[in-house]
């Protein structure tokens, strides 16, 4: 199980705390975290990412492992530490 960290409006749309897991299959990337994400939860679907092109909101930046993950490519393998559960992938929002 992957652990994922949401900012505080996307746990207020989901109807969840601040953590939440999700089963991911293959490479743990960021792109395999979000499907799985939004498959679980599907009222995230567009808002942290474009539904179309897929790419990233401006406001939110992804980091994994204490790295800074929002300029990387979407199939980026993830830290180990990430990948078996031990630290989470955190979305936060950003502040203009």
Do not use: C, K
């Amino acid at each position: 199980m992957i652990r994922v960290i949401l900012p505080y409006h996307l746990q207020n749309l989901a109807g969840v705390g601040r953590e939440v897991r999700v089963e991911v299959s293959g490479p743990v990337t960021p792109r395999s975290i979000l499907d799985s994400l939004e498959g679980v939860y599907p009222m995230l679907r567009g808002t942290i990412r474009d539904q179309v092109s897929y790419e990233r909101r401006p406001m939110l930046r992804y980091f994994a492992a204490g790295e800074d993950f929002s300029l990387e490519a979407m199939d980026t393998p993830l830290p180990e530490p990430v990948a078996s559960g031990a630290e989470a992938f955190r979305i936060v929002g950003a502040i203009a």
